[in-house]
């Protein structure tokens, strides 16, 4: 079972709809959870850290949910711009390395 | 803002070539990351370093090593490249202070393609 596992999607999305997906975590001892964007052909860039009693910034929602060993964000109202691979990251229980995910690619359609 | 700077965005060379890709941060960053990017699998890290010649193995440090012989600077080392070290490489750094929320800042990568 791979450490961390994401629907590798694509996601198809009509703009201006809302677009949710999950990620799943092995480690039970992971503290900390990001949810990272790659744009085709570009470096990942954080997005935003996850937070035990959920965080929103903008039109983005990311919640954790520890007793199932899930994160998920949340895209309200889809901008074309929205269109990228969205990485979920955990760290390891040890130290500052961090643990990727395969990625969620979602298309955001006129 | 960060900036992370990598030597080169692609890179082509020959079976048992010896390769060096060089990453550069800015921002007086302790720890500095390699990772490699292949489709299909995601970011896999392959060398670390928290200080000044100081490294860890990551996942996958076969075949591959590493230098950090000052703060800023972390080179990545390709001792005779083989046509299955072709992948996207990501340089990594973050700001080490110890806790564990750390964003790593990403360089814009570098496509070696090993024939």
């Known amino acids: 079972r791979k450490e961390v596992e994401q629907d590798p999607g694509p996601f198809n999305v009509p703009e201006g709809a809302t677009v949710a997906f999950n990620c799943t975590y092995s480690n039970s001892a992971s503290q900390s959870f990001f949810w990272y964007r790659q744009d085709c052909r570009k470096e990942p860039k954080l997005l935003m850290s996850?937070?035990?009693s959920g965080n929103e910034d903008g039109r983005f929602t990311a919640q954790l949910n520890r007793a199932s060993q899930y994160i998920s964000l949340l895209i309200r109202d889809s901008k074309l711009s929205d269109s990228a691979t969205y990485l979920c990251?955990?760290?390891?229980?040890?130290?500052?390395?961090?643990?990727f995910g395969g990625g969620t690619r979602v298309l955001v359609k006129p | 803002d960060v900036k992370v700077t990598q030597s080169s965005r692609y890179l082509v060379k020959r079976t048992g070539e010896k390769v060096f890709l060089e990453c550069v941060q800015d921002?007086?960053?302790?720890?500095m990351f390699w990772y490699r990017q292949d489709p299909g699998l995601g970011l896999r890290l392959i060398y670390f370093?928290?200080?000044?010649?100081?490294?860890e193995k990551g996942d996958i440090p076969e075949g591959y090593s590493v230098s950090r012989e000052k703060k800023e600077r972390f080179s990545l080392i390709l001792e005779s490249a083989s046509t299955n070290q072709t992948s996207m490489y990501l340089c990594?750094?973050?700001f080490g202070s110890g806790t564990v929320q750390e964003t790593q800042y990403f360089g814009p990568g570098t496509r070696l393609l090993v024939l």
């Open positions: 921002m007086d960053h302790e720890n």
């Open positions: 370093s928290y200080d000044v010649k100081m490294k």
């Open positions: 990594a750094s973050s």
């Open positions: 990251v955990v760290n390891r229980a040890a130290g500052n390395k961090l643990t």
């Open positions: 996850v937070y035990s």
